[in-house]
């Protein structure tokens, strides 16, 4: 079992940046691959990123591709999700996601922990 929390959400303006963090507690998490997902008012809980349990690999949606960076500290149990010119349409609550295995895997049934989410608002 994984237990997470998300902080560094908040409100900015079109082009600024943001770092998201994820704080995991358990001893799972050096086993578990990690995925940030977004979810938009009155949309669907989308995949934003995924990083592999040894952080050799990381997967982005193409929305966020080149702008966005996930990474990892084992010895700080955490995942950070690194937020750089940020458009209005990346507005939603940012989860944070934890999934006992190596592969990153876009579906959200596909984890089994999550933390209780960090807004995000992009002002235009």
């Known amino acids: 079992q994984v237990q997470l929390v998300e902080s560094g959400g908040g409100l900015v303006q079109a082009g600024e940046s943001l770092r998201l963090s994820c704080a995991a507690s358990?001893?799972?998490?050096?086993?578990?691959?990690m995925g940030w997902f977004r979810q938009a008012p009155g949309k669907e809980r989308d995949f934003v990123a995924g990083?592999?349990?040894?952080?050799?690999?990381?997967y982005y949606a193409d929305s966020v591709k080149g702008r966005f960076t996930i990474s990892r500290d084992h010895a700080k149990n955490t995942v950070y999700l690194q937020m750089n010119s940020l458009k209005p349409e990346d507005t939603a609550v940012y989860y944070c996601?934890?999934?006992?295995?190596?592969?990153?895997?876009?579906?959200?049934?596909?984890?089994?922990?999550w933390g209780q989410g960090t807004q995000v608002t992009v002002s235009s």
């Open positions: 358990g001893r799972a998490f050096s086993n578990s691959a």
């Open positions: 996601a934890a999934r006992i295995g190596a592969a990153i895997l876009t579906i959200e049934r596909a984890y089994g922990n």
């Open positions: 990083i592999s349990w040894s952080a050799g690999n990381t």
